[in-house]
């Protein structure tokens, strides 16, 4: 079926039609028209700019609703078409997504746990809030995400943020997370943890690690749900010293731009 807009540009051509810098500069453009005799390009310009926002519309309407863009004089098929368009621009939107979450949201374990610090650096004073996970020991931390409604309910990956002061070696961050759909308890195994390692600079520079394999979220995800992740470093890793956390990047994909 041929769809098409009865929304037209007014004046597309151009022909008699006022420049913009002159129409700009016109203290009428702003005050409106006085009586009298209205120059036609000006009448051009005024109606061209006021025409072409209803032929986008209408545009828009016919290339992503696949529907007729009437002018009837009435409002309601017009709205519901573009309502349609304009959720089905939003489906295009699809893809990897990221959350960033700071290590000041997690919430270290009560037996095994890295210590929260507040850094403030000498000279520009910028100030971090981040977790200092031990070396030679498995350090933990925990928070939770309340994934966006347009999450697609498969795996997820992580970049870890960090630095430290001395040392030297790579330091292992992994992520592992569980699903809690409502009604079901917040004590739920987590899924199989995934890995990235990342090698020291040198004091106070940042340091990302690559992504990590896709984390699959263990019980029965669902978007919108609660997830529960659990961060922890390795003991075997090669980093000598304390690896301040400062957050972490949790990529997802998702299937629509709502939500």
Same mark, same amino acid.
Request: negative net charge; charged residues 10%.
């Given at each position: 079926?041929?769809?098409?807009?009865?929304?037209?540009?007014?004046?597309?051509?151009?022909?008699?039609?006022?420049?913009?810098?002159?129409?700009?500069?016109?203290?009428?453009? !702003?005050?409106?028209?006085?009586?009298?005799?209205?120059?036609?390009?000006?009448?051009?310009?005024?109606?061209?700019?006021?025409?072409?926002?209803? /032929?986008?519309?209408?545009?828009?309407?016919?290339?992503?609703?696949?529907?007729?863009?009437?002018?009837?004089?009435?409002? %309601?098929?017009?709205?519901?078409?573009?309502?349609?368009?304009?959720?089905?621009? &939003? &489906?295009?939107? *699809?893809? +990897?997504? %990221?959350?960033?979450?700071?290590?000041?949201?997690?919430?270290?374990?009560?037996?095994?746990?890295?210590?929260?610090? +507040? *850094?403030?650096? &000498?000279?520009?004073?910028?100030?971090?809030?981040?977790?200092?996970?031990?070396?030679?020991?498995?350090?933990?931390?925990?928070?939770?995400? !309340?994934?966006?409604?347009?999450?697609? !309910?498969?795996?997820?990956?992580?970049?870890?943020?960090?630095?430290?002061?001395?040392? /030297?070696?790579?330091?292992?961050?992994?992520?592992?997370?569980?699903?809690? %759909?409502?009604?079901?308890?917040?004590?739920?195994?987590?899924? %199989?943890?995934?890995?990235?390692?990342?090698?020291?600079?040198?004091?106070?520079?940042?340091?990302?690690?690559?992504?990590?394999?896709?984390?699959? +979220?263990?019980?029965?995800?669902?978007?919108?749900?609660?997830?529960?992740?659990?961060?922890?470093?390795?003991?075997?890793?090669?980093?000598?010293?304390?690896?301040?956390?400062?957050?972490?990047?949790?990529?997802?994909? /998702?299937?629509?731009?709502?939500?």
């Amino acid at each position: 079926m041929t769809v098409s807009s009865d929304f037209l540009v007014f004046d597309s051509s151009g022909t008699n039609i006022v420049s913009q810098s002159t129409y700009s500069a016109d203290p009428n453009t !702003a005050g409106g028209r006085p009586t009298g005799i209205w120059p036609s390009n000006v009448v051009n310009k005024t109606l061209r700019q006021g025409s072409i926002g209803a /032929a986008l519309l209408g545009r828009l309407i016919v290339d992503y609703a696949s529907a007729n863009a009437v002018d009837d004089g009435t409002l %309601t098929t017009l709205e519901t078409n573009l309502v349609t368009a304009i959720k089905a621009i &939003a &489906a295009t939107q *699809t893809g +990897i997504q %990221t959350l960033w979450v700071p290590a000041s949201a997690m919430q270290p374990d009560g037996a095994t746990y890295p210590v929260g610090n +507040i *850094t403030q650096f &000498a000279i520009n004073k910028f100030t971090l809030n981040t977790l200092g996970f031990a070396n030679g020991v498995v350090d933990v931390a925990y928070f939770s995400v !309340a994934m966006p409604t347009s999450w697609n !309910a498969d795996t997820v990956t992580a970049k870890f943020y960090w630095y430290g002061t001395t040392g /030297a070696g790579s330091t292992s961050f992994s992520l592992s997370g569980v699903d809690i %759909t409502n009604g079901y308890t917040l004590d739920n195994g987590f899924g %199989t943890a995934q890995a990235a390692s990342s090698a020291y600079v040198s004091g106070g520079n940042l340091v990302v690690s690559g992504a990590t394999s896709a984390i699959t +979220i263990g019980g029965t995800p669902a978007a919108g749900d609660l997830v529960e992740f659990k961060v922890s470093r390795s003991a075997s890793d090669s980093f000598s010293s304390i690896a301040y956390l400062i957050g972490l990047q949790l990529t997802y994909t /998702a299937t629509s731009a709502f939500g």
